[in-house]
């Protein structure tokens, strides 16, 4: 059974950037994509993009290809997301999923 | 990109009833090598991560409940809840995964009436 364990909230200020984890288990690692999704309050679900983690090849939507870097760890299971230079637009809930399972979700607030 | 648009975008019920929920794509998702249709349909509770309910737009995952049917082919596609109980009271997204990027609709929210 895929179990997918994301970090804690985060608070940072404008500007920063933050790294997200998800820890994966259950699974083989490298036998499914890992994807992040972002969900602003009360709003929808907005793929950012995907991580193969067995040759760490990425696809991004293309809204996020500045905003996002995705980068997983074989060695340790756990997917990762850098998002750089924060804005209150990045305000939200940060998703990590494989093969139809997802993670519970990780708050980032963006305020000064 | 595919567009994927839910109607309607909340609908409020009471429990027992029959609910019909669509979603289209702005292309097919039928991929004609092997007849699937390339669309799933998630739960969203409040507070919760998404949860997957139906797959190939009508297969259903394990532990889901029956009276959770998915439908449709090409553009078209339906999500009905046959005798909707109080914990079905959530947000239905559909996401196509036929072409990436995989898109959502925005949703359909089932309240109470």
């Known amino acids: 059974e895929v179990q997918l364990q994301q970090s804690g909230p985060e608070l940072q200020r404008p500007g920063a950037s933050v790294k997200l984890s998800c820890k994966a288990s259950?699974?083989?690692?490298?036998?499914?994509?890992m994807y992040w999704v972002k969900q602003r309050p009360k709003q929808g679900l907005e793929l950012i993009g995907r991580?193969?983690?067995?040759?760490?090849?990425?696809d991004y939507v293309e809204k996020f290809k500045n905003k996002a870097t995705l980068t997983a760890d074989t060695s340790s299971n756990t997917a990762y997301m850098q998002l750089s230079s924060l804005t209150s637009e990045d305000t939200a809930t940060y998703f990590c999923?494989?093969?139809?399972?997802w993670g519970q979700g990780v708050m980032v607030t963006v305020s000064s | 990109d595919i567009v994927m648009t839910q109607t309607p975008s909340s609908q409020a019920v009471s429990a027992g009833e029959k609910v019909t929920m669509s979603c289209k794509s702005s292309q097919s998702l039928l991929y004609n090598e092997n007849k699937k249709n390339y669309l799933a349909w998630y739960q969203q509770k409040p507070g919760q991560s998404p949860k997957l309910l139906i797959y190939w737009a009508s297969t259903r995952e394990s532990g889901v409940p029956d009276r959770f049917i998915g439908s449709g082919s090409g553009t078209d596609f339906t999500l009905t809840i046959s005798s909707v109980q109080a914990e079905d009271l959530a947000v239905y997204y559909c996401q196509q995964y036929y072409n990436f990027p995989y898109t959502f609709g925005a949703g359909t929210k089932l309240e109470l009436k």
């Open positions: 991580i193969d983690p067995e040759d760490g090849s990425t």
């Open positions: 259950g699974y083989t690692f490298t036998e499914y994509y």
């Open positions: 999923a494989a093969n139809w399972d």
